[in-house]
């Protein structure tokens, strides 16, 4: 069976989930791991932008986003929604200036 393709390089800035939101993150390593169900995959080592170091993980490519324009639209998206309910009090004009 062949190895599963390394989608992204090292050093590569992307977008990388964690939990239901998207930070900027770079990668810092690849190699191909094993899933939890045992299959072959290829995993990435992410160091999230101006966060401790303490935060970097192994993930794989079902949490990682090519960092381009459309994706950072959607980090936005994702940070307004989470952001909407706390601050539906707030004029949208405040709400957009804290994202």
């Known amino acids: 069976m062949a190895a599963p393709a ?3 390089a090292a050093e590569e800035r992307v977008l990388c989930y964690h939990g239901p939101q998207m ?3 770079k990668i ?3 190699r191909v791991g094993v899933s939890a169900s045992g299959a072959k995959e290829a995993q990435y ?3 999230y932008a101006n966060w401790n170091k303490s935060w970097d993980e192994w993930v794989n490519d079902s949490r ?3 960092y381009n324009e459309a994706n950072l639209q959607k980090q936005k998206e994702l940070a307004a929604a989470r952001l909407k309910p706390l601050l539906s009090s707030n004029t949208q004009q405040e ?3 804290w994202i």
Do not use: G, N
């Open 28 to 30: 810092k390593e690849t």
């Open 45 to 47: 080592f992410v160091h």
């Open 23 to 25: 930070y900027d993150a």
């Open 6 to 8: 390394i989608h992204y």
């Open 95 to 97: 709400q957009e200036s």
């Open 64 to 66: 990682l986003m090519r």
